[in-house]
């Protein structure tokens, strides 16, 4: 909300009164007009209400020294947001916000503050391993951490262990955060750890987070690589709980000489699972009857004009708000109380957010099609002429249930027929990332939370709007459903496979599909890791058969 708007209570947080099972309180008078001074300037961090802030801030300062203000009071209302939210009685969004007035008061005070050693509760440099380009988790980790009272040295994306190493030295830092979202980030980890080993810096306690990792590969295998102590942070608020131990000494992770040393010397890749992809002759039962859709063109095409807010309509509410904003149901809500709640409540903000970010995402595609055929596991990709090999795909077999492979899904060469495959790239631009890291920049983090999830959520659209289009042109598209909800529930006729999921595995596979698309021109490349950049992008392989649905790997 603006500070300028003439208000005395933001309306959402008095909503949210119905999270954590009390009153609203009555709008229509001064909501700090019984309160001391302290239990003001509590309620402006537990509430995130702005107004008033720093009138209340100068009446503090009569009695009490602004380090006194943060230390005492400011930080004590974080307190209190923190155990809300590790109780469910507030979602992550209000978190934010109540985070940004906290950065707000200490902007105030910081020129009224002698500068003093010591007035820092400690120190961590923060990254995210080289080659990974996910940095939400990281940034709210950093927005927990500094407005709790602790020295964040951020260093951003795809960071090399020899700066990370040079930067937490140059800082003075005293724990290092290591932060990813791929399966590849977890061994870069596992090779970091490796790393200052080697370099005799294990007197580093190092915290790792990020969605690949478990507790359990944390807690038990990155313990018994690293001579120092390693930990695990599921969220921002179990780092914070970790950094709290840490520079207390009272960290939990057990003694060096207690755990089994194990000495890693190689720093590549572990091999593929031969079982995964040595075709043994044993069939998936996958229907090879199937019709072949005519060929709409062979090579690729490329769209760079598309209305906006169409593309807004193929977004999956579910995914964006409870997903990238983590709204989250309280267990005193229904399902359908909570939905009522989503909608009277988050629908603005999503309403809003497609008005803001109109003119800053910037949708482009390139598709194609192509001839091809299976071998065992194998998908051959052939040159117009269908008859010499353009590349090869190899894709993993599940080892048991219905022993499936994508491969299944296309005829075999042993057919005589040849078949078609989709691929498909799409991103809404690098415009939307410079806009979120502004704001992350400004201390905008509820915004910065809401703008990076649209533009996650917003190519994520643009792929499943592209699809759509994609069957249309193979001939079945009239099949789709009408409901969106059944849309986002992939009812519909064959299915999209991104590069780094369950059925197709291997992100290195994305070289060849760059190679087959050449997306340089809409503004799409790959990172030495095989990651797209922009990070608001996605790609696709694109199976017409019926039957292809998702499955896993094990």
Known sequence: MSESREVTYDPLIELMRRFENVKATDTSVDPFESLGREDRLKKHIVDGIKKSLEAHLEDALESYTPLQIINDILLDGMKTVGELFGAGKMQLPFVLQSAEVMKAAVRYLEPKMEKTEGSEKGSILLATVAGDVHDIGKNLVDIILTNNGYRVVNIGIKQPINNIIAEAEANK????????????????????????????????PVILGGAALTRAYVEEDMRAIYEGKVYY????FEGLRLMGDIVSGEADAPEAETRPRVRVQSHRLPDRDPALYVFDGVKSPV????????????????????????LYRFINPVALWRGQWQFKKPENLSNPEFNEWLEENVRPIFERKQRELANILKPRVKWGYFWCQSEGNDLLIYEEDQATVRCK????RQRDLKRLCLADFFKSTDSGQMDVVGFSIVTVGEDVSEYERQQFADGDYQEYLYTHGMGVETAEALAEYWHKMMRHEMGFGHQDPDDLRLLFAARYQGSRYSFGYPACPNLEDQAQLMELLQPEDIGISLSEEYMLVPEQSTSAIVIHHPEAKYFNIR
């Open 287 to 310: 229907a090879t009857d199937v019709p072949v859709p005519e060929l709409p063109f062979y090579g690729v095409r490329s769209q760079t004009k598309f209305d906006i807010f169409e």
């Open 173 to 204: 830092c005293q724990v290092i955060g290591l932060s990813g979202l791929l399966v590849k980030s977890t061994v870069i980890m596992r090779d970091n750890l490796v790393e200052l080993n080697q370099r005799g810096l294990s007197h580093y």
């Open 233 to 236: 942070a599921q969220d921002a």
């Open 393 to 396: 795909f190899t894709f993993p």
